[in-house]
């Protein structure tokens, strides 16, 4: 039968899928390590904390796929598309289906976490700029929700290959190419635009984010018992020994 294409997801969209794709491998790779490396993973965050901005305005701002309210569901519709699955009788969405939605609401508060933690984080090696601040050192809290990231992210693949196979749907090719394949009977129209304006505020927050964090003084270690920002002010750590 006759295939056509559906535009389902926006170039933005798609951007910040790969961009953060790249980023948390750069911050995985550089993490634990000195000097320019350490310096590397510091901004591969920052740069991460901008992209999360933009993923949480462009879900209520963004294209009519990319909104949350397009692929939030309630827990009885995951629990049906989980019996689907393995009844082998996935429907195909097309956008997020009712797990899908789950796991991008799941790793959006979790990258988040991440980033809030990396800020608050110090070591021998690398430091957040607000680390100390209130004697706090999220370093320990930081590393444990990386595990956790890592196992969602296995999960995460796992769960895409599953549902591109049995729903017989490319998953990652249309989040290069933008669409879907669908037959001439299938319903689906393609996803309505955003307005540029739009995407010009989104970009605008997400970039000052970003260029804020970047431009804050980076601690250094003070005789093992803190860190002092550039300008002298020190943080105690607290029980912390790093």
Do not use: C
Not at 23 to 47: C, D, I, Q, T
Request: hydrophobic share 50%; proline share 4%; charged share 20%.
């Amino acid at each position: 039968m006759q295939e056509r294409l559906v535009r389902v997801w926006d170039l933005p969209t798609r951007i910040f899928h790969w961009a953060l794709v790249v980023l948390l491998a750069v911050a995985w790779l550089s993490s634990g390590e000195e000097g320019g490396a350490a310096v590397l993973h510091r901004y591969a965050g920052e740069a991460v904390a901008g992209l999360i901005v933009f993923r949480v305005l462009w879900g209520f701002i963004g294209n009519e796929r990319a909104r949350f309210a397009d692929f939030a569901a309630v827990p009885s519709a995951i629990v049906e598309h989980l019996g689907d699955l393995f009844r082998d009788q996935p429907k195909r969405h097309l956008g997020h289906n009712p797990l899908g939605g789950l796991a991008v609401f799941a790793l959006l508060a979790l990258v988040g976490a991440l980033v809030v933690t990396g800020l608050f984080s110090g070591g021998d090696e690398a430091s957040g700029p607000f680390v100390g601040i209130g004697g706090l050192n999220m370093a320990e809290v930081h590393e444990a929700l990386f595990r956790v990231l890592q196992a969602l992210v296995v999960l995460h693949l796992i769960g895409v290959a599953i549902e591109s196979w049995l729903s017989r749907d490319g998953l990652v090719p249309a989040m290069l190419s933008g669409a879907k394949r669908r037959r001439a009977d299938e319903p689906g129209e393609d996803a309505a635009a955003a307005h540029p304006v739009a995407l010009i505020a989104a970009l605008a927050f997400a970039a000052t984010t970003t260029f804020a964090l970047a431009a804050q003084p980076t601690p250094t270690t003070v005789d093992g018992a803190g860190f002092e920002q550039e300008d002298g002010e020190h943080a105690a750590l607290g029980d912390y020994d790093h």
